[in-house]
C-alpha cells in the first residue's frame, strides 16, 4: 500500500508544497498549522491532489506538510506536532487518515488539543460529510482557514482484550464489517463504486448473523440475531450508504442502526433502501441512541472503525464497549 521512503515523502512535499507566503489574508501562519497527507489514499491519488493546494496554502500562510508512508503513522506525526505546539492539525486523506489524526490528537488533555481541519482526498470522505467540509479539496481548504471553530463529539471503543481507541464517524459489526475487508481488496474500483461492489460480493459470499446481548447507558437492553450492527456518530458511511441520516456529530449521543437476521434477497432489497437513506422504515430495521453502550456476541465479531479494520476474519473479539465523548474536539469548517 505505501511506496515511499520517509525521507522521499518529506524532500517532496518540503519542495513541491511549503510555499512561502506573499499574500496573508489570516493569523495563522505556517508555524502554527501542521498539513498531514496519506499520499496513498484514494489508490494514490491523493498525491497529485495534494500538491495541487499549495498555492491555496501559500495564500494562508503556509503550513509545516508531513506525508505518511506507512499504517498509524499519522498518529505518530500528529502527537509530535502537538507536542511541537502546532494549534491546528489538517488531515488531508480519507476517513482512515482521519481516524489516525483523531486518535493522536486524542492522546492529550482537553487544553492541549489542537483545532482539526479536514481536506476530503479519500474513497469515502464521510466524517468530512458529516462536519460539512466541501467535497472539492480546494474548497474544503479554504473553509478551514476562513470557518469557525465546531465541537464534536468522539467515540471510545474497548475491547475484552483490553485494546482501547478512538473513532470519530461510524463502527459497524458484522455485514457491513465484511464489506470494509473486501473494499480493501478491490484495486480496480474507487470511491462509491468500490464499495457497491464489496456490498454485493458480501451479500453473495457472507450471510452470517451473530447473536448479540446488548445493554444501553448502563441496563440490559435486548437481544436479537443480527446480520449487521452499526454504531453512528456520523450519517454516512462507504461514500454513499445513509446509514442513519438522523445522525449528528455534535449533538452528544450516538445513533445505533440493527440489521436482523434476513435472506439474501431482502439484503438486495434494502441495499437501495440504503442508498437513498430510506430504509429505516422496514421492520428487519432496529434503530435507537446512546450514551454508553456494550455487547457481547456468541461468536467472534467482524468490526471496522471509520473505515478502519479492526478485527477481521481471524477475530476472537466476542465483546466490546463504546462510549460518547461530548465536544471532544475543535473542528474548523
Not at 456494550?294 to 471509520?306: T, V
Request: aromatic share 8%.
Amino acid at each position: 500500500m505505501y511506496s515511499f521512503t520517509p525521507l522521499q515523502v518529506q524532500r517532496t512535499l518540503d519542495c513541491k508544497c511549503n510555499a512561502p507566503s506573499t499574500n496573508k489574508t489570516t493569523t495563522m501562519t505556517k508555524n502554527n498549522t501542521k498539513f498531514i497527507v496519506n499520499p496513498n489514499a484514494n489508490m494514490g491519488q491523493a498525491w497529485r491532489l495534494a500538491a495541487d493546494l499549495r498555492p491555496v496554502m501559500a495564500n494562508f500562510g503556509g503550513a509545516d506538510w508531513a506525508g505518511t508512508v506507512y499504517p498509524t503513522h499519522a498518529v505518530e506525526l500528529t502527537k509530535q506536532a502537538v507536542e511541537d505546539g502546532y494549534d491546528l492539525i489538517i488531515a488531508a486523506g480519507g476517513d482512515g487518515t482521519v481516524h489516525e489524526v483523531v486518535n493522536g490528537i486524542m492522546g492529550f488533555p482537553p487544553e492541549k488539543r489542537p483545532r482539526l481541519g479536514v481536506v476530503p482526498l479519500g474513497s469515502g470522505n464521510d466524517f468530512a460529510h458529516a462536519v460539512g467540509m466541501d467535497e472539492d479539496p480546494t474548497k474544503a481548504l479554504q473553509q478551514i482557514f476562513t470557518g469557525e471553530p465546531h465541537p464534536v463529539d468522539i467515540g471510545v471503543i474497548e475491547d475484552e482484550k483490553g485494546r482501547r481507541e478512538y473513532w470519530d464517524n461510524t463502527v459497524g459489526i458484522g455485514f457491513d464489517a465484511i464489506v470494509t475487508i473486501y473494499s480493501h481488496k478491490l484495486p480496480i474500483v474507487r470511491g462509491f463504486l468500490m464499495y457497491l461492489a464489496a456490498v454485493l460480493k458480501t451479500i453473495f459470499l457472507n450471510h452470517e448473523p451473530f447473536h448479540i446481548d446488548l445493554s444501553i447507558d448502563g441496563e440490559e437492553a435486548w437481544q436479537d440475531d443480527l446480520l449487521m450492527l452499526v454504531l453512528c456518530n456520523g450519517p454516512r458511511e462507504g461514500g454513499g450508504f445513509h446509514i442513519s441520516p438522523s445522525a449528528s456529530s455534535t449533538d452528544g449521543l450516538f445513533n445505533l442502526l440493527a440489521v436482523q437476521e434476513v435472506s439474501r434477497a431482502m439484503m438486495l432489497r434494502l441495499l437501495p433502501e440504503f442508498m437513498r437513506g430510506t430504509h429505516l422504515g422496514f421492520s428487519p430495521i432496529r434503530t435507537e441512541t446512546f450514551k454508553t453502550l456494550s455487547l457481547r456476541s456468541d461468536l467472534p465479531l467482524y468490526i471496522h472503525f471509520d473505515g478502519e479494520i479492526y478485527a477481521g476474519f481471524t477475530s476472537s473479539i466476542q465483546a466490546l464497549k463504546l462510549e460518547i465523548i461530548p465536544q471532544a474536539i475543535q473542528v474548523m469548517a
